[in-house]
């Protein structure tokens, strides 16, 4: 069902953004609807769990590579959902996951990436952060909770860290989950509507949505200044929950495949240790 290749088409280009002019209810690289979608999703499970495996293999001998998905969206934009779609895929063992709350005493004591860069996936390992270091330049832009230089001051900071990790080893794949207002109050409703999501839902949510366009300004800007080549933004448009679920997943795949993974070499002599295994008594 794939035409040409999500990394290609959902890529953020360099310059201007204007959310607005970009459809959070697309399908790009996608032909077929809800259902071919929903089933097509598990079967990019085997060659994920396969290349990953690879990849932890070479994490386990002497490699040094790795991979970090960077989950952002507002709220019902569905984090939770790629974590338990997509993410779900994935082999545990290899994986690190990671959720940003609001920040503890400790870690406000510290620089913004302190605690960010605890949580950096080890070689072999795929990374995946559930919030990441640009809520300190979203939520903290929009609820000034910093000083307005120290948020500026953070635009570069990160395109420096981000920078690093790819030079250390790491393949940075940054999803930003697009919606409309208008989605987000439908999926708000929804879980008002639905005892099995009320728990999802907080009054302060709704306080939240209030802010929708400082926020969709601070996106903007985070979008704007720190699309590098290295670190570029993905914009998914997640108004429908199958797309955004399957592009995520095959976005994901793509640059796994793109590492071209194979399985490492022994650094021993098989022939010499099948010997000394053969001759035991
Ligand atoms: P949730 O992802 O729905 O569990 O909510 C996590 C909450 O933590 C959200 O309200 C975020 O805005 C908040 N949060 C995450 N990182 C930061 C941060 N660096 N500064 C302030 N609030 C944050
Ligand atoms: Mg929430």
Not at 87 to 105: A, I, Y
């Amino acid at each position: 069902m794939t035409s040409a290749s999500v990394r290609e088409l959902l890529r953020l280009p360099a310059g201007p953004v204007d959310l607005s002019t970009l459809d959070s209810r697309g399908t790009p690289g996608f032909d077929g609807g809800k259902k071919e979608a929903k089933e097509e999703l598990p079967e990019l499970g085997p060659e994920l769990a396969d290349l990953q495996e690879k990849l932890f293999a070479e994490g386990y001998t002497d490699g040094t590579r790795r991979v970090l998905l960077v989950l952002q969206g507002m709220d019902t934009s569905g984090k939770g959902g790629v974590l338990s779609h997509v993410v779900g895929l994935l082999d545990p063992s290899g994986m690190h996951l990671k959720s940003f709350k609001k920040p503890t005493e400790e870690e406000l004591a510290h620089d913004f990436l302190w605690r960010i860069e605890r949580d950096v996936p080890a070689a072999g390992q795929v990374g995946i952060f559930d919030r990441s270091h640009y809520e300190d330049v979203l939520v903290v832009k929009v609820h000034q909770l910093a000083p307005a230089a120290e948020v500026e001051r953070r635009y570069g900071a990160i395109n420096d860290f981000e920078k690093r990790l790819a030079e250390t080893g790491t393949t940075i794949v940054k999803c930003f989950l697009h919606i409309s207002k208008e989605t987000q109050k439908e999926r708000l409703l929804a879980r008002l509507d639905d005892p099995t999501k009320q728990w999802k839902f907080k009054p302060g949510d709704v306080d939240e949505r209030g802010f929708w366009d400082e926020y969709q300004a601070a996106y903007t800007t985070a979008l704007e200044r720190c699309n590098t080549d290295v670190a570029p933004w993905y914009v998914i448009p997640s108004g429908r929950k199958w797309y955004r679920n399957w592009a995520i997943g095959q976005l994901l795949l793509e640059h796994l495949r793109g590492l071209d993974l194979d399985w490492p070499a022994p650094d021993y002599d098989v022939a010499e240790q099948r010997a000394r295994l053969e001759k035991e008594q």
